[in-house]
């Protein structure tokens, strides 16, 4: 996999795991913010459901990211948030030289059932980051309705959002 893919997916979980250490675990889980009433740990967990979604098909080809495991514990837990970022980032290095010229079949749900379509190795986690980033900008709205400043620079933001047009970093 290409070592770009992976410094970018990885800074983007760097960025998560320091916002689990600026942030309580009261407002990890609090899940007052309509109009979904979801909190920022289950944001997360979903964002790292995907990933290991990918990380678990790739045995047998088959990435089905219906078949997300929704791990409680990952969305009530700062420590286990972390535990789970940690290990999604050491498995992305051991990709590094894994070979990505072949098709992934990669199943998901668009709304009318599911969909099996071909993607690389490199595309399905270019995907995956984008994905986080759209959480991660979620995330932000969340904290911003709980009145939650933090410091993370570009945390949320597209890196093609252009600068003028961001907001607090």
Sequence with gaps: MRSAIVSAINQN??????LLDVITSQQ???NSVGPY??????HLRHTLDFFN?????????????????????????KEVAKKHIARIQETLVSFLDVNTDYLIH???N????NVTVNYT????????????VHHFATIGYVL???????NITGFGYNPTTPIQHRKGI
């Design 121 to 132: 190795l490199d595309s399905i986690m270019a995907h995956a980051n984008s994905h986080a």
């Design 53 to 77: 979604c990918v990380i678990d098909g790739l045995d047998n080809n088959q990435i089905d990211l219906t078949a997300r495991k929704r791990e409680e514990e990952v969305a009530t837990s």
């Design 13 to 18: 979980l760097n960025q998560a795991s320091l």
């Design 37 to 42: 009433y979801s909190s920022v740990g289950s």
């Design 106 to 108: 990669v199943t998901d």
């Design 28 to 30: 990890y889980t609090d």
């Design 144 to 150: 911003h309705q709980l009145n939650v400043e933090h």
């Design 110 to 113: 668009l709304g009318q059932g």
